[in-house]
Each structure stands twice: as C-alpha cells, then as structure tokens.
C-alpha cells in the first residue's frame, strides 16, 4: 500500500520561504512521476510542480523562479522548496506520486496521479 505523508508547512510572512517535504512509501519512487498541488476553499486543486522519472520537471507559471521541486531517491522523499512567498501562495498542498508514466506536458494535471497525501497548510501573511 502507498502512503504519502507531507510535512514542512506553517505561517509565514509574505516574502519568506519554507521548505515541504513528502515521505513516499510502498512504492520504488525510481519508477514514479510525483508533484505538488495546491488547493484553496472552495477552488479546484491545481499543479504546482511535477517530476517524471527521467528527472524533467514543470512548474506552474506563477511559482517559476521562487519554487523548486527535487527529490531524494535514496529515501523516497519529495521536496518543494519556497522562497519569496506571496499572499496567494497560502493553500494546502498536496504531494502526488503514480507508477503510471506522465508525459512531461501533464505533470501537473490532477488526474495523472493515484496516490495523495492529506495535505500540509502554508499560510502567508501580507
């Protein structure tokens, strides 16, 4: 069985950074595409970032630049590293991970994944 488990978020103020991490286990990550996604109240969960298993990656345009996905293979974690966050970067985020193959152009799409965390909350203060 997979468990993804998000840990790393907080409250911050705006133009400070976190670090999120995802634990993945029950599954051989060298094989998985895997991303992070956003949801606020009431709105549709949306990509954030995604890595396939050949190491390409894809970002949403409006985190190009202050966020960066990597991974540890060795320990199956996922991070997404933050900088100058913004008031509307505040969301749950999520991390995704499938055994299916994601063409580089859908790593970001919601419905390419099979395996999600419950999320970790990231609050920016203006």
């Known amino acids: 069985q997979v468990q993804v488990v998000e840990s790393g978020g907080g409250s911050v103020q705006a133009g400070e950074g976190l670090n999120l991490s995802c634990t993945i286990s029950?599954?051989?990550?060298?094989?998985?595409?895997m991303g992070w996604f956003r949801q606020d109240p009431g709105k549709e969960r949306g990509g954030v970032a995604g890595?396939?298993?050949?190491?390409?990656?894809r970002y949403n345009d409006a985190v190009k630049g202050r966020f960066t996905i990597s991974q540890d293979k060795s320990n199956n974690i996922l991070y997404l590293q933050m900088i100058n966050l913004k008031p509307e970067d505040t969301a749950m985020y999520y991390c995704?991970?499938?055994?299916?193959?994601?063409?580089?152009?859908?790593?970001?799409?919601?419905?390419?994944?099979?395996?999600w965390g419950q999320g970790t909350q990231v609050t920016v203060a203006s």
């Open positions: 890595l396939d298993r050949d190491g390409r990656f």
């Open positions: 995704a991970t499938t055994s299916a193959e994601v063409m580089e152009w859908l790593l970001l799409e919601v419905l390419e994944y099979e395996d």
């Open positions: 029950g599954v051989d990550v060298e094989n998985c595409a």
